[in-house]
């Protein structure tokens, strides 16, 4: 199975700052990587596919790049909405395998 | 639009079965494989495996071989997931996940509302 690490696993930010998530994996997955948002007691939803593929509805100040096995996710301006956990999950074979998540938080 | 409604909360004890459901609509429901994932309280998320609407194969988790059947009914455009052999470890929320593209099996695009699972004696 592909391991998924995250770093760093939580973090605080202000309003306004910008925020960098990484997402590593055991071995090349080329560029078949997502990126979630979840909110507490809600179901994740999708962000980025292919690691940076903006999905529909997506605010622009997220943006994802990497490839082969480092992988980052960054916020440019950090918005009041925008404080949850992130995950990545990588697509390229299954089991499909998530990171560790990284949860955002209000300094 | 694509929404997923799974079924209510369960409470289960050690060695029991539990069968959770995900009624989909807004979308061709034997084009799209659905995912099911899941999630310990305050843990990160676990794929257990997914199914072809159209077809009823599946491919599961290692983890979950022997224990887990996902299965689906055409007509009611409903899937279900049956974990057995409950144990206090599989208390989780539950969400099962439409995958992003057609005929594919790679990304959990679309998720429902989750079930959560409470297995205790």
């Known amino acids: 199975d592909i391991q998924m690490t995250q770093s760093p696993s939580s973090l605080s930010a202000s309003v306004g700052d910008r925020v960098t998530i990484t997402c590593r994996a055991s071995?090349?997955?080329?560029?078949?990587l997502n990126w979630y948002q979840q909110k507490p007691g809600k179901a994740p939803k999708l962000l980025i596919s292919a690691a940076s593929s903006l999905q529909s509805g997506v605010p622009s100040r997220f943006s994802g790049s990497g490839s082969g096995t480092d992988f980052t996710l960054t916020i440019s301006s950090l918005q009041p909405e925008d404080f949850a956990t992130y995950h990545c999950?990588?697509?390229?074979?299954?089991?499909?395998?998530f990171g560790g998540g990284t949860k955002v938080e209000i300094k | 639009q694509v929404q997923l409604v799974q079924s209510g909360a369960e409470v289960k004890k050690p060695g029991a079965s539990v069968k959770v459901s995900c009624k989909a609509s807004g979308y061709t429901f034997t084009s799209y494989y659905m995912h099911w994932v899941r999630q310990a309280p305050g843990q990160g998320l676990e794929w257990m495996g997914i199914i072809n609407p159209s077809a009823g194969d599946t491919s599961y988790a290692q983890k979950f071989q022997g224990r887990v059947t996902m299965t689906r009914d055409t007509s009611a455009r409903t899937v279900y997931m049956d974990l057995s052999s409950l144990r206090a470890e599989d208390t989780a929320t539950y969400y099962c996940?439409?995958?992003?593209?057609?005929?594919?099996?790679?990304?959990?695009?679309?998720w429902g509302q989750g079930t959560l699972v409470t297995v205790s004696s």
């Open positions: 996940a439409t995958d992003l593209h057609e005929f594919s099996s790679s990304s959990p695009g679309n």
């Open positions: 999950q990588q697509s390229y074979s299954t089991p499909l395998t």
């Open positions: 071995q090349s997955i080329v560029s078949y």
